[in-house]
T-cell receptor
């Protein structure tokens, strides 16, 4: 009965490198949400995906950031050419349906540090 | 755009004292959820409120949803050191699926 899995838990990158964050939703869940949390701040919505579809990416920066949720495998949040300002905790959450009353279960997060 | 604010931002209490955090939305919400995040941890779902004026209790925690569905509160009675963490509300408006998280209230409990 695994919950939402994220890896890596900690990721260190130098400026200009690429960061790939992975999220495996809870078993049976097909809806994934990505959030970013800066130190001492709340969670900011980035993107909502269903299998093979991006439903809402209104919270995602237009450049350097992309997300996917393939038919097989985990959801991936990709940050190209990272900058120091990308340092944050990135959480993904999954739910079983798109209903607003459905609970979102959060993974443990990936803490990205850009040197 | 929609905003969800929480007050206070920080609260230090002595163990045994009560604690309340307030959540205010700029728009009417269809429902609101509350989460707790321990230092270094991830948000953990506490409860969901859907109905106008709804009140729910979980042991020492009492959650309220305002009549206008634009505000909510979380009250903890007789805090314990295990209550330490940041409490977030997250609201959603009708017809959307995107939860907007509040700014959070960080609670410290002094033994």
């Amino acid at each position: 009965n695994a919950g939402v899995m994220q890896n890596p838990r900690h990721l260190v990158r130098r400026r200009g490198q690429e960061a790939r964050l992975r999220c495996s939703p809870m078993k049976g869940h097909s809806h994934v949400y990505w959030y970013r949390q800066l130190p001492e701040e709340g969670l900011k919505f980035m993107v909502y995906l269903q299998k093979e579809n991006i439903i809402d990416e209104s919270g995602m920066p237009k450049e350097r950031f992309s997300a996917e949720f393939p038919k097989e495998g985990p959801s991936i949040l990709r940050i190209q050419q990272v900058v120091r300002g990308d340092s944050a905790a990135y959480f993904c959450a999954s739910s079983g349906t798109e209903q607003s009353t459905d609970t979102q279960y959060f993974g443990p997060g990936t803490r990205l540090t850009v040197l | 755009g929609q905003q969800v604010m929480q007050i206070p931002q920080y609260q230090h209490v002595q163990e045994g004292e009560d604690f309340t955090t307030y959540c205010n939305s700029s728009t009417t919400l269809s429902n609101i959820q509350w989460y707790k995040q321990r230092p270094g941890g991830h948000p953990v779902f506490l409860i969901q409120l859907v109905k106008s004026g709804e009140v729910k209790k979980q042991k020492r925690l009492t959650f309220q949803f305002g009549e206008a569905k634009k505000n909510s509160s979380l009250h903890i009675t007789a805090t314990q050191t295990t209550d330490v963490g940041t409490y977030f509300c997250a609201g959603i408006t009708s017809g959307t699926y995107k939860y907007i998280f509040g700014t959070g209230t960080r609670l410290k409990v002094l033994a």
